[in-house]
């Protein structure tokens, strides 16, 4: 087995960089440009090739014939980890927060999953709360029936994502001041902060509420690198209420953008990206002349082809 297919000449790195001309920024001085990680490969965009990539090369290396990984319903995460498993001819399971849902028709997110092969295992949220517990994961697996599989946390955010993410940071180097990205484990964010060159920071737009990424981000810096970064900060005012949540007035922003720039916009991760930064920009949080660049981390799932089976 081969972690070939995934880095076929398909594969854009560094990913291009298109900057905007949006009355919302020039007006204060500030250039935004979107770092298109979204075209890095059609079934690997984004954040999760790159967080993925070394946790492939260490699950074949090892001789793992099953991924098994953690998400929610909407989860880009999952939808990844289901596209290198057919990419590789690996078994994949999915373990979705949410029992309730296991009755429910799937959505385009968890559609696309299954038409790429992966086994949904849906499970009460106390459950998945407490997935990281030994006792806990020991019996996930043995209700999966999954056999010696690689297991990737929920999100892919572990060490070797964030050491793969830090490759963003190194793209952005001398290209911008501030290079922002929307959260939701905080993975992404830990390893390009890590990437940048001194004077260069990063801005975390969190998808969730809680107030709990600041510590998860430094721990994932400290077991990365050693030691966390003082190079990147949060603002967290931008979650419209929670992971895959939103409101008329997002949504009437990303229709609007979308109209402005002629590009689709992602409504749970990118979205909240934009809003936020064009936020920011209005309030004068950002200095004139300061270079700003939004990671393009994620895109609407695809409808699976008609061959695609969507079976649980």
Not at 64 to 76: D, V
Not at 86 to 99: A, H, K
Not at 157 to 179: D, F, I, M, P, Q
Request: glycine share 10%; hydrophobic share 40%; proline share 7%.
């Amino acid at each position: 087995m081969s972690t070939t297919p995934p880095t076929t000449p398909r594969l854009r790195l560094p990913s291009p960089l298109h900057e905007l001309r949006d009355d919302r920024f020039t007006r204060h001085g500030v250039t935004l440009t979107l770092k298109r990680d979204d075209l890095i490969h059609p079934d690997l965009p984004g954040n999760k090739y790159r967080k993925l990539f070394l946790n492939l090369d260490a699950a074949v290396a090892a001789g793992h014939e099953s991924l098994l990984t953690f998400g929610g319903a909407y989860s880009n995460h999952l939808r990844a980890t289901a596209a290198a498993g057919r990419l590789l001819g690996m078994d994949t399971i999915g373990v979705v927060r949410g029992d309730e849902l296991a009755d429910r028709p799937l959505n385009p997110s968890l559609t696309r999953c299954a038409a790429d092969g992966m086994r949904l295992h849906f499970i009460d949220r106390t459950t998945y709360r407490e997935k990281s517990d030994p006792e806990v994961l020991a019996a996930l697996l043995r209700a999966t029936g999954a056999k010696h599989p690689y297991v990737i946390p929920e999100g892919g955010s572990n060490s070797l994502a964030v050491r793969g993410c830090t490759a963003l940071g190194e793209e952005l180097r001398g290209r911008t001041h501030t290079a922002a990205v929307a959260c939701g484990t905080g993975g992404t964010l830990a390893g390009m902060a890590a990437g940048l060159a001194p004077g260069q920071h990063a801005l975390g737009i969190p998808v969730l509420k809680g107030g709990f990424l600041g510590p998860d981000i430094r721990a994932l810096q400290q077991r990365a690198f050693g030691a966390p970064t003082a190079n990147w900060r949060l603002d967290e005012r931008f979650h419209f209420g929670g992971y895959a949540r939103t409101s008329p007035e997002l949504t009437a922003f990303a229709d609007d953008f979308e109209d402005r720039h002629g590009l689709p916009v992602e409504r749970v991760y990118v979205a909240k990206l934009l809003y936020a930064l064009t936020a920011l920009s209005e309030e004068g949080a950002f200095p004139s002349g300061t270079d700003v660049t939004a990671v393009i981390t994620a895109t609407e799932p695809a409808a699976p082809t008609a061959q695609s089976s969507t079976s649980r």
